[in-house]
């Protein structure tokens, strides 16, 4: 099986720590425990980013567990990487995925 290189845009960077934050300020250690799951969940993407489904035009979402966020991504075939675009919230509206992934 062909793996992919994971990369994070430095805006989802940003979009994770500022759940992170958001979550720890609401409840001691959950944070992390966000942090970790959505990390987690990035690195799995190495190995089979094709079993989640095209949401927007070539852009990809996958669901954080027991948190209600979607990790937003794009497979580049050409240089073999997935690459992260954006964490949000499932309560928001979908135009803003579709503003935030945009340029894809």
Not at 36 to 53: F, G, M
Not at 70 to 98: C, D, G, K, Q
Request: charged share 30%; aromatic share 12%; glycine share 2%.
């Amino acid at each position: 099986m062909k793996k992919y290189r994971v990369k994070i845009d430095p805006e989802a960077l940003t979009d994770i720590r500022e759940i992170t934050y958001w979550y720890n300020e609401a409840q001691t250690g959950l944070g992390k425990k966000f942090q970790n799951t959505v990390i987690k969940q990035i690195n799995s993407l190495s190995k089979d980013p094709h079993s989640c489904a095209v949401r927007y035009k070539k852009i990809r979402c996958m669901i954080v567990r027991k948190f209600p966020f979607m990790v937003h991504f794009y497979i580049n075939i050409e240089n073999n990487t997935v690459e992260i675009l954006a964490v949000i919230s499932t309560y928001r509206n979908p135009r803003i995925w579709e503003e935030k992934t945009s340029r894809h």
